[in-house]
């Protein structure tokens, strides 16, 4: 047999398509313009490598470099705007070498980036009710997501190049029959990047996009190859469950109930045991602002049945964390301290931008805003040290998310009697919310509005309060 062909660097090649060419001629920057521009950021840095060309730059992108020396890596994600080796499909298969920068860069080992690209240990067979391969949760299937985190091609991209795959999906729009790997994988990546955009983007800015990529999705799955469809059918359901989130940010619950049995039925149809938990879990955060906290803890417990690999650790930490809030808000000490441990146990195991489209939302800093929420629940003594430690690593761009951590930490520090700091961060969450349209974080500013009705004798918390009443409650 002859030496297995490498698999394309799909998301080193989409990067370079989504920079336009410095000549100004509209198209996407070149092979050669990028080596360019790589060898110029070294230089400037006494790197000892020589100069890069088109070649080298090829090689890369056909999948037969694939970890290029630190100072090469390094000016990829400075050109390319990549904060990770992982957004530029750069890993290490091999065990990693102590590299790094003459004096004149900084110090890297490269282990961090070794550390996230090594693949999942073996996977164990999922012990629920789906069919007997858990396909989501495979060694392979997983291998398969890791690359999924490129956002879509910008339109000068696609006209520039026929054979780029949004191209293709186009093509096979019109004649789905004819959908191939590269167009799924693009249906895949389009649908990670609506999840990534959720993160920071006003539910009605993505609502229109979302329905259309919908639109397209459901019109492949009537007529695509039969090989696509169990893939076609997760994508879908995956599409549906943002979907259902979004509409319940856009405060509609009806819409948002019918479009999560949709997702579950998708879940269903392709045996995709975390989409169903996934659906599972946005629909506990709806129970639970509608004050069904038990009715969201039995949602959570179920969800938990479907992602018990390690494959799905991500998952499986948001869903114990889900469980210890609500836990705490019905007074389940106990239950709630179980839970939180097991989401701190089971995220060392996490890798959130390489499982599944819903959980890069899932930083260490969101867990640990799910700590605050469940020991200010609880009044436990660890609250003060963990706020603290939150609110150092605040995320500054996930603006959904940073609304939520926010609310959590102001509740606490009011909890604790830290009023002007809490009146401070209560401030800035509904600033946030409002911003960004977020339900989540409207639900934790009413709770803080409930919280501080008796304390409005102080002026910073009165102040507060005026702005939730006009904007919120």
Known sequence: MGERKPPPNLLLRAARGRLLSPSGSGYPMSRQELADAINEYLADRSAPDGPIDRQQISRMERGHTRWP???????????????????LGFYNIRRPSEEAWPAAGPATTGREDVRAHAGPPASRTDEHQWPAADVPDTVD????????????????????????PWSRVAHAVRNPQLL?????????????????????????????????HLDTLEHLLRAAPSTFERRLLRTVGEALALAGWIAWDSKKPDEARNLY??????????????????????????EEAAGSRPVARQLLIEAQAYVRSENSATTRSWLAGREAEVDAALGDDRQALRALDRAVTVYDYARPNQERPWTSFFTPSRLGSMAVTTYARLDHPDLDGTTDSVVESLPATDAKIGAVILADVATAAIQRGRYDRGAELGHQALDKTLAQEASLGR????????????????????????????HIV
């Open 69 to 87: 020396r630190a100072p090469r890596r390094e000016a990829f994600r400075a050109v390319l705007g990549a904060k990770t080796d992982a957004e």
């Open 141 to 164: 299937e997983v291998r398969r997501r890791a690359i999924i985190s490129l956002p879509a091609l910008p339109f000068a991209a696609i006209a520039a190049s026929p054979t780029e």
């Open 180 to 212: 191939d790997e590269l167009g799924m994988e693009q249906l895949e990546w389009r649908t990670v990047d609506f999840f990534r955009r959720e993160e920071h983007t006003p539910a009605r800015q993505l609502a229109l996009d979302l329905a259309a």
């Open 261 to 286: 049995r949709r997702a579950t039925a998708a879940a269903k149809d392709s045996g995709d045991g975390p989409l169903h938990a996934c659906t599972l879990a946005y629909r506990s955060y709806m």
């Open 443 to 470: 639900q934790r500013l009413r709770e803080l509005h409930h919280l501080i009705q008796d304390k409005r004798h102080v002026p910073a918390l009165a102040d507060l309060d005026n702005r939730l009443a006009a």
